[in-house]
């Protein structure tokens, strides 16, 4: 939030889980997680963060061009 300048991310993101657990919640309140295996794809207008002690490893096919614009 402090490097985006703004509440909730608002760059896309399409990935795969390797390992570990993300939970995410969208600025309309929807909840979701995802594990291992697990592919995602999470509009702009979000918060995420890892569940539990394992890290949460994946992929990022898309967003970086976008992350931390404000």
């Not at 969208?26 to 794809?41: I, L, R, W």
């Not at 963060?49 to 890290?55: K, R």
């Amino acid at each position: 939030r402090p490097i985006a300048g703004a509440d909730s991310c608002q760059a896309s993101h399409t990935g795969y889980i390797l390992s570990g657990r993300m939970q995410v919640v969208m600025d309309d309140g929807t909840e979701g997680q995802a594990g291992p295996g697990d592919a995602f794809v999470i509009p702009p207008g979000h918060d995420a963060w890892t569940v539990g002690d394992e890290p949460c490893v994946f992929l990022d096919f898309s967003g970086m061009a976008d992350y931390i614009k404000r």
